[in-house]
């Protein structure tokens, strides 16, 4: 059917993932964020192992690691065929299901029944016995549906003819900023209380992770009652899931049970009150407490809103198989997280801003895909607003011999075809632990309609293997162990550009688990016909991870990534922040008045102007959540600080002019922002527009609405 009309139904990687059995996609949710299995840990035992540690001195010589290392040296057996192994029924995908508006020949009725007869499979689908541990939903926005299928209903809804596309979500990724102490903040609230507000009656909602330290003295209020007025942790806990919301998940944590814990907290020997009201994450220095101590704490930019957190669930490499193989950490959480917020926000009757300081890198970076649709959908209302952190990938090389920040700013390659039967090389580093890497990597390139190109991809030390347009590989396993999708597709349904998709996964048998190949990869690109010749490429793939020291020596594993000879410096933006109404902020270091190197760039890949505005985001002081109570404050650096403190002007904006659409919103940020020294008002790709103007903005949002008319003199 993927050679058929069906198969342009469904996007490269969820066929790849249909591609695999019970026991290979088990495995594949011990590793990755975006597949949840409910089989036992019994079945396929022993998961994704855990990747040795590298050497911090050494991930850019991966040809003297491979040299080095010792390699595998048993035969794989060989793979039954997918037809004779059991169907994936406990493996389990968040997609965003975009149907057809209006069918050619089909009556509106008729086109109906189809999408509520869809509807009604996914949520009895959803009801069975093993779905409840993987924690999943069904909601619809116009002419989407985001739901959680089993694998094995992937092709059941590639063939169902009211279906345009079939969306992935995306794995979510966390750049984790640096860290330091730090005395007592500056307070950031803008102005005098009387001309610019303090956020009252605004809700400010943070999806993030690390756990909300909601008893810290930055959202206490003069009666010692916390600021926050909910709390729902994704993750496991004790409290019941927010059902009367929608969700059948997770814990929702109220006020009062907040309070409670505070009050109790004050008796002697108690423990603290975020252990008597617990999360599934409680991590010291939270990056989510900070990120909300910034937009709205007591020291932040909004110190009187309302707050309401959303605690996305990410378990860590060592944690028990089971939790890791029924957890995602994918998209479709910031969908179920928005949501949440809108609906705590109509109970409230306040205008809501919501800040993510969390991003994707693959996808086409032009808005075209699922989750970003689905949140510009949502800010077609008044009084809704979404900031987005531009993400921490703007760097490609290293300032310090100790810097490795390069390894993240490394995900984008661009360049031109020149003509036909002329060719483009691009270098794909895979590090892993330098012998493999264990978790699944992607690369997607992006072109124009009027073009076709022929995909190439040599493994290291292998042989070419070349994809034309229409053509696809999927699921072969090299010589070495890794297996190998291409995928050379033309004309994408939601934008109609041409896409090559390239996916490197381990051998994920449990009995014959091998890592994929550490090397750099190449791929060409061959011109067959060019008119235009332009392509973008991104990397869609895990964040680098600090796992110790051995001496002096800091130990790592490693993401992939593109060689210098590759990587093009723009276009790092997160995909996530490309959004057409969602507003995304840069990285501003106000000592040096310059946007920080590691703050992504942009444009779009088609052309808009993102990120909008740079804001503080260096060496921001905040609260230090669920440490020493006499280390209440620490200071980070990164975009996921930036990004709230806009997102806490935002809420002064709608504060005075609570009928503002996110559109409106974006342009005032646009017409106040102030060129950095020596820069013009033309948009940089660093920069945005400029640095944001609170006051200007704040001023300029009390009479946005505002008419006056002309009364011209008649003829006498």
């Known amino acids: 059917m993927a050679n058929g009309e069906g198969g342009r139904r469904l996007h490269p990687r969820l066929r790849q993932v249909r591609n695999g059995g019970a026991r290979v996609n088990a495995v594949r949710a011990d590793g990755t964020a975006t597949v949840a299995c409910t089989l036992p840990a019994s079945i396929a035992a022993g998961g994704v192992p855990t990747a040795g540690p590298l050497a911090a001195a050494s991930p850019d010589d991966i040809e003297a690691l491979r040299a080095a290392a010792p390699r595998p040296r048993t035969k794989l057996p060989r793979r039954p065929r997918i037809e004779t192994l059991p169907p994936a029924d406990a493996a389990w995908v968040n997609v965003i299901v975009e149907l057809h508006a209006e069918r050619t020949g089909v009556s509106a009725e008729a086109q109906q029944a189809s999408v509520a007869h869809l509807q009604s499979r996914l949520q009895a689908e959803l009801a069975t016995a093993g779905a409840a541990a993987i924690g999943g939903a069904v909601l619809q926005r116009r002419n989407f549906v985001a739901a959680t299928v089993p694998v094995s209903l992937l092709e059941a809804l590639e063939r169902d003819p009211a279906v345009a596309f079939v969306h992935p979500a995306d794995p979510l990724t966390l750049d984790p900023p640096p860290e330091m102490p730090a005395a007592a903040p500056v307070p950031k609230a803008i102005g005098d209380a009387a001309t610019y507000g303090r956020g009252a009656n605004v809700l400010i909602g943070i999806v993030d992770v690390g756990g909300f330290d909601f008893a810290h003295l930055d959202f206490l209020d003069a009666r010692g009652h916390t600021r926050f007025v909910a709390i729902w942790d994704q993750g496991p806990g004790r409290r019941p899931p927010p059902t009367a919301r929608g969700f059948e998940y997770g814990s929702e944590i109220t006020r009062a049970h907040m309070n409670a814990a505070i009050v109790a907290a004050r008796g002697r020997g108690v423990p603290p009150a975020t252990l008597l009201e617990p999360q599934s994450q409680a991590v010291p220095g939270s990056h989510g407490t900070h990120v909300a101590s910034i937009a709205a704490g007591r020291s932040g930019v909004c110190p009187e809103a309302l707050i309401a957190g959303v605690l996305i669930d990410v378990p860590q490499p060592t944690d028990p198989v089971e939790r890791r193989r029924t957890t995602f950490s994918d998209t479709s959480r910031i969908i179920h997280a928005v949501e949440y917020l809108m609906h705590l926000a109509a109970e409230l009757e306040v205008p809501l801003v919501v800040n993510i300081s969390l991003g994707t890198n693959g996808g086409a970076h032009d808005g075209s895909n699922g989750v970003s649709r689905w949140l510009d959908a949502y800010l077609a209302t008044p009084g809704r607003a979404i900031c987005v952190a531009a993400g921490n990938a703007g760097q490609d090389a290293a300032e310090t011999e100790s810097d490795f920040g390069w390894i993240m700013g490394r995900i984008h390659a661009e360049g031109r075809v020149p003509a036909r039967g002329l060719e483009v090389e691009l270098e794909w580093t895979v590090i892993g632990d330098g012998i493999w890497d264990v978790s699944e990597n992607e690369l997607e390139i992006w072109y124009g309609a009027q073009d076709r190109f022929a995909v190439a991809v040599r493994p290291p030390g292998g042989e070419w293997i070349t994809v034309e347009p229409r053509e696809f590989v999927e699921n072969h396993r090299l010589p070495g162990g890794t297996t190998l999708s291409i995928y050379n597709e033309l004309y994408h349904p939601t934008n109609g550009a041409n896409y090559v998709a390239v996916y490197l996964s381990p051998n994920l048998d449990p009995e014959n688990f091998r890592g994929i190949e550490a090397g750099v990869w190449k791929v060409r690109l061959l011109g067959e016909e060019v008119r235009d010749g332009r392509f973008h490429a991104w990397i869609e793939r895990d964040d680098p991870r600090e796992v110790g020291r051995h001496g002096d020596r800091r130990l790592f ?160």
């Open 557 to 716: 594993r490693f993401p992939s990534f593109f060689t210098l000879r590759s990587n093009t410096d723009s276009h790092s933006i997160s995909s996530l922040a490309c959004g057409h109404r969602v507003i995304a902020v840069a990285n501003l270091d106000e000592a040096r008045q310059r946007v920080h190197p590691s703050s992504s760039q942009g444009p779009t890949r088609d052309g808009r102007p993102k990120p909008e505005v740079a804001a503080p985001g260096t060496g921001i002081v905040a609260a230090n959540g669920f440490s020493h109570p006499e280390q209440p404050w620490h200071a980070m650096t990164g975009t996921s600080m930036a990004s709230p403190y806009v997102a806490g002007v935002i809420g002064l904006m709608l504060g005075a002019n609570p009928g503002l659409t996110a559109a409106q919103c974006a342009g005032i940020l646009l017409r106040t922002a102030r060129p950095l020294p020596g820069a013009s008002y033309d948009w940089g790709n660093d920069v945005g527009f400029g640095r944001i103007n609170p006051t200007a903005a704040i001023e300029e949002a009390a009479g946005a609405n505002g008419r006056h008319e002309l009364r011209l003199r008649g003829p006498r």
